[in-house]
Every structure is written in structure tokens, then in C-alpha cells.
């Protein structure tokens, strides 16, 4: 009988795990298991009435990189090449990125003549911070939070602003609890082997296996700074499920895994209600925590590792405006925690991906909000009502971008728990858990945004490195 590897949760990770699984010379039998009706996970896109693209969740890829390259290479396996709607770096939502502070959106300033010129909101040329970052010395921790790192590397100004609005642009998080060695690894190692993160940025760039493809020509050619699919960013996942069930892999939805028990042979045994599944090896993409809970008593020191990575929650306000126009033309704007506590930005979809407007001319915005405003609103237990989130997101829409008249479409969507936080220390819970994953040899492998990395790009390339383990390949084949 051959192998069997159940994978567990069919997002963008599991989605992945499965696709390379599938793609091996000679692979297992597999089994995706997703909780939900749907897969995707927070990919998802939905239709306005007059065929607007709204994205509930992630809504530009990054093309930049190995990791950017190894995405735009899966989109073209997928054919779905003609579907990609670019953002050419010469266009203003490549260009403009704007942090409102004092009551005003302030364009961050770009190239080498913007980093000599004052740019408000900061006091002097953001130049001084680079010559700050050149003369510190190598920090001397295994790890420090965000806040710590960039107020020793690059003062307390961009700390306060730039990184602050970062991390809730990123993790809808705090960079005073964020770690800097997890959250942006690439900043982290810059300074360790280079001692600068501008050196570092600057000698480090290029590394690594070059993928080839005439997307990923053309992305390097046009300078592409992110990219969406013309029926958005689900058009993906549903992709990945049509060539799965191709490729005779087992999809199963709606059926969410309570509980995973070690038999005598050493498989598993996975619980899934009222019938149950055998694997000789599980790749587990579900959240950390979720999985901590479904361990079996033998796994406890590896699920007190993952229950202590948490997750936030973001609503997200999809607003349609007719006939509006925004005071800025760019990808949209951030706003630092001592601006305001509520709002963690604002993007304006319609700049990057116009061709997802919809017959209705006019704009389409996505408010994020989020951070410690909704953290002690939620350990306070208060009703999170639709009509709190759309009351501030149209109030940040009205203050922040001046659009006063009210949107001729709302989408309100809570999503809980849904952006993982790598505290300071986060390194350390991997590192238990990976030993005590090789010491055990459990046949579970760990993938997902809950471990190193929560952008699409990285969700995917987990995917990839746990198939790679569970197969015993090199993964940078
Ligand atoms: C609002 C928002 C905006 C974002 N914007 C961007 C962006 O612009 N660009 C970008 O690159 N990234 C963005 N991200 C991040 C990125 O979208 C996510 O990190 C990524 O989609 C997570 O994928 P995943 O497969 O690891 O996890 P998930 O999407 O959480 O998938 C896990 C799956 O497991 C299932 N599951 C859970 N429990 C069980 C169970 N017991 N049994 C079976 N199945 C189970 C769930 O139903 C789910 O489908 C954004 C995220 C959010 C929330």
C-alpha cells in the first residue's frame, strides 16, 4: 500500500503543500482537509452588484525576490498568466505610499533625493537616519522587539512613525512587542552580517536560486511592485483546487479535523467528527494554536509551544464611492498608533487595480482596522457590532481622504484571530518545537502563517519547504 500524507486546512498553505505533494515524481496519496465549506482560507473575493472585485482579505502579491519569482512561477503552472493585473513600477500605486500623521497625509519620501530632502512628518532628512544606521554597532541580542531595533539602528522618529505604522500595516500588531529577528528577518540579518541594515540590504541583494519564466521576465522588466488576478486573489485558491482534483487528490471540505491520535505503527489517526482518517505523515497547515489543541498527550510539550502563538483580529470595510475622487493618487496610507488607535490604514484599491471597479465609475477603498483599540474591546467582551466598524471606517474615510458623501457600498467583515504575532522570543518557540519534532520523529510537519512568514508569498513557500522535508527533496530545487 502506498503512502498517504494527510494535509490539514486548505488555505493558501495547505493549498500549496498539497500542489507540490502532487507534483513529486512518484507522490503519496493526499488528502486535503479543510474545516469550512470553502478553501482559501482569508484569500477571498467577492462581487459587487455591479461586478466590483472586493477583497476580503489579501489584495497585491509581492513579486519581489526568490519567494516573489517562486509565486509568479505557480500562477503560470496554474495558467492563469493572462489573469495577472500588474502594478508597473512607474505607476503612482508602485510610487506613492503615504503615512497620515498630525492630521495630514505626508507622501514617504523615495530615491536618493528624498532621503536629503526634509519630508514632514519627520524633522530632519530621513538621510541622517541612514548615517545613523552605518555608524551603530551590530546589536549584541539573540532578538529585540521592532520598536527597540529601529530606535537604535534609525532613531526614535522613524521608530515611532515608520515602523510603528509598518507592523499594523503588516500584522495589524505592536512593534513594541513584535521581534524583529521574526517579523523582518531580512532587516535582522542584514545587521548581523553586515553590521548596517542599508549594507546589508544593499551587498545582500540577489542571492539565492534564480527562477525563470516570462512572467518573471516581464515582472523584472516593468519593475512590477505587486500584483492581483482580474476576478482577485481567489481566483487562485479555486486554480489550486481544479488542478488538485485533476491530479486525483482527495479535497475534503467541511469537515473540520477535531482530534489526531498516534496508533501502534506509528501512523496517525485523524478524527474528523463522525469518521476518521489513517496518514503515515500529516503536514499540518492550520493555525499554531488551533493544532496545539488537537495533539495527542504524547505531543503535550510541543502543543504548550504552539499554543503560545497568538493571533490578532482586523475588520475589514470594503467602501465603493460614486463618482469620488481621492485628494492623492498612490497605494493607500498608514497611520502610526499615536495618530490614531483605531485605524491601522487605508488602501486605495482602485488606483492599484482599476480594472476591478466595476460598471459604477468611481472608487473603490479598503479601511483596515485593528490593534489594541480592538484588543480591549474584545478582552472587555463587548458586542462588536458591523455598524461600530463601519461608523469609523466612513469616518476615517471622510477625515483622513476627505470623502464626506456616504459609500454607495459597505462590505463589513470581523476576522478573528486572523494575523499571526511573532513576539520577541518567537524564534525559540520554533526551535522547540522543531526539536522536539526531530527527537520524537513525529511524522508531522508544520507549515502556515502561524511560523516564518504571513504573506501569501511565504505562506506558500511553507508549503513548499514542509513537502520538500516530508519528501526528503532539496528544497531549493
Ligand atoms: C485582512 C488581511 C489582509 C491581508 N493582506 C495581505 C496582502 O495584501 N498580501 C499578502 O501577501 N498577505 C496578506 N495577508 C496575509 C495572508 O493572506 C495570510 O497570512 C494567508 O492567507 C494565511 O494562509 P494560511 O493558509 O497559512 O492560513 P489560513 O488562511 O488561516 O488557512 C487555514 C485553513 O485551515 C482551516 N482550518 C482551521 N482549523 C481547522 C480544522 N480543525 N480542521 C480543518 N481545517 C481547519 C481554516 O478554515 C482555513 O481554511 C492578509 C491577511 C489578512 C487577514
Known amino acids: 500500500m502506498g503512502r498517504t500524507v494527510v494535509v490539514l486546512g486548505g488555505g493558501i498553505s495547505g493549498l500549496a503543500a498539497s500542489y507540490y505533494l502532487s507534483q513529486a515524481p512518484c507522490p503519496p496519496k493526499v488528502v486535503l482537509v479543510e474545516g469550512s465549506e470553502r478553501l482559501g482560507g482569508w484569500i477571498r473575493s467577492v462581487r459587487g452588484p455591479d461586478g466590483a472585485v472586493f477583497e476580503l482579505g489579501p489584495r497585491g502579491i509581492r513579486p519581489a525576490g526568490p519567494l516573489g519569482a517562486r509565486t509568479l512561477l505557480l500562477v503560470s503552472e496554474l495558467g492563469l498568466d493572462s489573469e495577472v493585473l500588474p502594478v508597473r513600477g512607474d505607476h503612482p500605486a508602485a510610487q506613492n505610499r503615504f503615512l497620515y500623521v498630525g492630521g495630514s497625509l505626508h507622501a514617504l ?19 541622517w537616519a541612514g548615517l545613523r544606521d552605518l555608524t551603530t554597532p551590530r546589536g549584541k541580542d539573540p532578538d529585540e522587539t521592532v520598536h527597540s531595533f529601529a530606535q537604535r539602528r534609525l532613531g ?12 499594523r500595516g503588516v500584522f495589524a500588531g505592536n512593534s513594541r512587542e513584535l521581534s524583529i529577528r521574526s517579523c523582518f528577518p531580512s532587516l535582522f540579518q542584514a545587521e548581523q552580517t553586515h553590521r548596517s541594515i542599508l549594507l546589508g540590504l544593499l551587498l545582500g541583494a540577489g542571492r539565492g536560486p534564480q527562477l525563470d519564466s516570462a512572467l518573471i521576465r516581464q515582472a523584472r522588466a516593468e519593475r512590477w511592485s505587486q500584483w492581483s488576478l482580474r476576478g482577485g486573489l481567489e481566483t487562485l485558491p479555486q486554480a489550486l483546487n481544479a488542478h488538485l482534483t485533476s491530479r486525483g487528490v482527495t479535497v475534503l471540505q467541511g469537515q473540520p479535523v477535531c482530534g489526531l491520535s498516534l496508533q501502534a505503527e506509528g501512523r496517525w489517526k485523524v478524527s474528523l467528527g463522525d469518521s476518521s482518517l489513517e496518514a503515515d505523515h500529516i503536514i499540518s497547515a492550520i493555525p499554531a494554536s488551533v493544532l496545539s489543541k488537537l495533539l495527542p ?13 497568538t493571533a490578532v483580529s482586523v475588520a475589514v470595510v470594503n467602501l465603493q464611492y460614486r463618482g469620488a475622487r481621492l485628494p492623492v493618487q498612490g497605494f493607500g496610507h498608514l497611520v502610526p498608533s499615536s495618530e490614531d488607535p483605531v485605524i491601522l490604514g487605508i488602501v486605495y484599491d482602485s488606483v492599484a487595480f482599476p480594472e476591478q471597479d466595476g460598471s459604477t465609475p468611481g472608487l473603490r477603498l479598503t479601511v483596515m482596522l485593528g490593534g489594541s483599540w480592538l484588543q480591549t474591546l474584545e478582552a472587555r467582551g463587548c458586542v462588536l457590532s458591523q455598524e461600530l466598524f463601519q461608523q469609523e471606517a466612513e469616518k476615517a474615510a471622510a ?16 476576522h478573528k484571530n486572523s494575523i499571526p504575532q511573532y513576539t520577541l522570543g518567537h524564534w525559540q518557540k520554533l526551535e522547540s518545537a522543531a526539536q522536539f519534532l526531530a527527537a520524537q520523529k513525529l511524522p508531522l510537519t508544520l507549515a502556515g502563517a502561524s511560523y516564518e512568514g504571513v504573506a501569501v508569498n511565504d505562506c506558500i513557500e511553507s508549503g513548499r519547504q514542509a513537502v520538500a522535508r516530508v519528501l526528503g527533496t532539496e528544497p531549493n530545487s
Open 156 to 167: 526614535s522618529e522613524v521608530a515611532s512613525l515608520a515602523m510603528d505604522s509598518l507592523c
Open 297 to 309: 498527550a504524547e505531543a503535550a510539550p510541543l502543543a504548550r509551544a504552539l499554543s503560545t502563538i
Open 399 to 414: 477625515t483622513q481622504l476627505g470623502l464626506n458623501e456616504p459609500p454607495s457600498h459597505c462590505l463589513v467583515h470581523l
Open 109 to 127: 519620501p523615495s530615491g536618493i533625493r528624498g532621503l536629503l530632502r526634509p519630508s514632514p512628518p519627520f524633522s530632519k532628512p530621513l538621510f
